[in-house]
């Protein structure tokens, strides 16, 4: 298997997809929009971490400048119902930070606004990514978990501990966290306004 290559980029003229020449063999690589806007601005040899996929009619190699952006995709394509396009739609429609945080909040919402996924994929992908997530050491420090809880975190535990359901508690922390707030600011506005519904 092909895990990594090192070359000059020879033809990109469709997003997404690269011709990376290594020693005279040009090889098609497939990444996401991220990586490919990036790979505009560098004119040196360059080197990317590869994902190859064997099919019974293809090999294809998907490429990633982050190692961070390779694990992810490698961790979404194990999730049942989420091929390899669609890994790559995610990857190139949100930053892998944005994406983890989505998933560790458990925020269907957020997640049914990329393309190509519904309801019913938000919710496999927050079940399916979450334990995956949890033990993601690979993740660089600005995509893993904050090694101090956020406030907003700290004061979800607090509504569940208090009897709230954690989608109802999630909801209204998220609406109410401005990210300049303490834990008790956000559970008392919290409280202030389930109390009222």
């Keep these: 298997m092909i895990g990594w290559l090192k070359g000059n980029v020879i033809d ?3 997003p997404g997809k690269i011709v ?4 005279g063999v040009g090889y098609d690589v497939e990444t996401s929009l991220p990586t490919f806007f990036q790979l505009e601005t560098m004119n040196t040899p360059i080197s990317l ?8 009619d293809a090999l294809i190699l998907y490429g990633f400048l982050a190692l961070d952006e390779r694990h992810l995709f490698r961790a979404l394509i194990r999730v049942n119902g989420v091929g390899p396009k669609l890994a790559i739609s995610i990857l190139s429609s949100i930053k892998p930070d944005e994406f983890v945080r989505c998933i560790r909040q458990e925020n269907a919402a957020l997640l049914t606004k990329l393309p190509g996924i519904g309801k019913k994929t938000a919710e496999r992908l927050i079940v399916e990514m979450k334990d995956r997530l949890q033990n993601a050491d690979y993740l660089s420090s600005d995509v893993a978990v904050d090694a101090v809880p956020r406030h907003s975190d700290e004061a979800v535990k607090a509504l569940e501990a208090l009897g709230y359901k954690p989608q109802e508690a999630n909801k209204v922390i998220q609406k109410l966290d401005d990210g300049q707030k303490t834990c008790e600011q956000l559970i008392r506005e919290a409280l202030q306004s389930l109390a009222v519904r």
Excluded: A, F, G, N
């Design 12 to 14: 990109k003229r469709e």
């Design 49 to 56: 971490h590869i994902h190859t996929l064997v099919r019974e």
């Design 20 to 23: 990376l020449d290594v020693q």
